[in-house]
């Protein structure tokens, strides 16, 4: 199985920051990459696909870049509803996630 | 509108089975592929089986054996019948669409939360 790691496991941030969420594959995934944002008690979100493709609705401040093993969440400027648990999800072979990124209000 | 809607959790005793049910609407549920995901309370996303458009289906292999994913196209309805439950079973299941191309899941039910203690 391909292992995802996420890091931080947990960021303090304010409106306004940017934040950067990385992503690291235990193999190499090409690009087939997707980051998902969960708030408490929903379903997780669609944000990028493909490492930097982004979900239509999806506002432009999020970006996302890598291939490979390498992989980034930006957020260029926060904004009060940002402020959630972020996954990347690895899609080269059978679907794993990493363990997830709580980004909180400071 | 494009939904997906999941039915069927509760509790269940370790050992006893569950069936989970997933109504697709708004798209052409037979040309997608489908996932379950599930997520214990406070824990991360885990990947619990696949079905393709012609049927395949796909396990990891702490349900192997026990999970059985299956669609009915006329029904537009996606399944998950569990067997032989254990306590780590416990979690919300949700359902999940792939969006075409690109193996990402675009569209999420709402999850249906599964129980298994004595």
């Known amino acids: 199985d391909i292992q995802m790691t996420q890091s931080p496991s947990s960021v303090s941030a304010s409106v306004g920051d940017r934040v950067t969420i990385t992503c690291r594959a235990s193999?190499?995934?090409?690009?087939?990459l997707a980051w998902y944002q969960q708030k408490p008690g929903k379903a997780p979100k669609l944000l990028i696909y493909a490492a930097s493709s982004l979900q239509s609705g999806v506002p432009s401040r999020f970006s996302g870049s890598g291939s490979g093993t390498d992989f980034t969440l930006t957020i260029s400027s926060l904004q009060p509803e940002d402020f959630a648990t972020y996954y990347c999800q690895q899609a080269n072979s059978f679907p794993t996630f990493g363990q997830g990124t709580r980004l909180e209000i400071k | 509108e494009v939904q997906l809607v999941e039915s069927g959790g509760g509790l269940v005793q370790p050992g006893g089975s569950l069936r989970l049910s997933c109504a697709a609407s708004?798209?052409?549920?037979?040309?997608?592929?489908m996932h379950w995901v599930r997520q214990a309370t406070g824990k991360g996303l885990e990947w619990v089986s696949a079905?393709?458009?012609?049927?395949?289906?796909y396990y990891p292999g702490s349900v192997k054996g026990r999970f059985t994913i299956s669609r009915e196209n006329a029904k537009n309805s996606l399944y998950l019948q569990m067997n032989s439950l254990r306590a780590g079973d416990t979690a919300v299941y949700y359902c999940?669409?792939?969006?075409?191309?690109?193996?990402?899941?675009?569209?999420w039910g709402q999850g249906t939360m599964v129980t298994v203690s004595s």
């Open positions: 999940a669409r792939v969006a075409a191309g690109t193996a990402a899941f675009d569209i």
């Open positions: 079905i393709g458009t012609a049927g395949d289906t």
């Open positions: 708004g798209f052409t549920f037979s040309s997608y592929d």
């Open positions: 193999q190499g995934i090409s690009s087939w």
